[in-house]
């Protein structure tokens, strides 16, 4: 069965690689949502996928095919990037830690692929979704906790969910790295303020205290879970002055609305570089607290 999926695979998109330039964008919208979205209906429409062999030899695979035709014919493409970018999100929010996994890379590969041909408001569309990637993709509530029956069990979807977080804020600065110049200004700031306000929440978790974690997650897991709000909150902060740093360094004397940003930049990055020093000092002799706490040492 799998052998029969791999194959019938291929020669969809050995089909639409050596034809699919031709297509009208009436055609791709038409194959797009009549026949490329439906493969990933089982996974976007349920809360868990159990099946990790066919997420492993059906879904990444189709997925990664999927993205590169789309990046191939971006000409003809373009007008279905957001939906595209939608189902991508759909995946990177998934409680399946796999199938988020598998949405985070094709939006690296779509960006490494087509991102040299996004114009302004095509940025403006990834910077929407991935709002959207961050707002859903946030920690757990106390609900979502105490689905888990037991302590194990909400550790280890809390680890999960951590990690996918981390992997989302090296995607936003490899962005930032490759594509700083061509997102544009009017979409520059409302991305930093997603990072600053995305820092800012995990830093507001880190003030609770083990014991306000330790009946949900146990003693050392509330101490771990501290460590992981530290690290999403420093990852967030290393992110958005990374961002920073492209973005000024790539602005544009002779270009008004440009210069004014970075006149922005400059104020955000020396209150936010303050920031960062006051709020990080001694943050190693806190989580080695942590840890003492942890494994029961005084």
């Known amino acids: 069965r799998v052998e029969l999926r791999e194959r019938a695979m291929q020669e969809l998109f050995g089909v639409l690689n050596a034809h699919g330039g031709g297509f009208s964008e009436e055609m791709w919208l038409l194959v797009y949502q009549g026949v490329l979205y439906p493969i990933f209906d ?7 996928v159990h099946d990790t062999e066919w997420l492993r030899t059906t879904c990444g695979p189709a997925m990664k095919e999927l993205t590169g035709v789309f990046s191939k014919h971006f000409a003809v493409t373009c007008k279905l990037l957001d939906q595209h970018l939608s189902l991508l999100s759909k995946c990177v929010v998934h409680v399946n830690e796999l199938v ?9 590969l779509l960006l ?3 991102g040299e041909s996004l114009t302004r408001d095509m940025w ?8 959207v990637m ?3 993709s946030g920690p757990l509530t106390e609900e979502e906790l105490m689905e888990e029956v037991s302590v194990q069990a909400r550790l280890s979807r809390v680890a999960s969910r951590h990690r996918v977080r981390m992997l989302l804020f090296k995607l936003v600065q490899d962005m930032c790295s490759d594509h700083a110049e061509r997102i544009g200004s009017d979409h520059v700031i409302h991305f930093l303020n ?3 306000s995305t820092q800012h929440s995990a830093m507001a978790r880190s003030y609770a205290s083990v014991e306000d974690n330790e009946e949900r997650l146990g003693r050392m897991g509330a101490a771990q879970y501290l460590q992981m709000i530290y690290a999403e909150s420093a990852e967030a902060s290393r992110s958005e002055l990374r961002f920073m740093f492209s973005v000024y360094s790539s602005s544009s ?3 008004a609305q440009a210069g004014e940003v970075a006149i922005a930049l400059e104020r955000r ?5 303050e920031e960062v020093l006051n709020k990080y000092t001694g943050l190693d002799r806190e989580l080695k607290a942590l840890s003492r706490q942890a494994g029961g040492v005084g």
């Open 100 to 108: 988020a996994e598998i949405g985070i890379s094709n939006v690296r």
């Open 112 to 114: 490494n692929e087509s």
């Open 124 to 131: 403006g569309v990834v910077c929407g979704i991935m709002r």
């Open 194 to 196: 997603l990072l600053g």
């Open 134 to 136: 961050f707002d859903r």
């Open 253 to 255: 004397s002779s270009d």
């Open 269 to 273: 990055l020396m209150d936010r570089a």
């Open 42 to 48: 089982d996974v976007i429409h349920v809360d868990e």
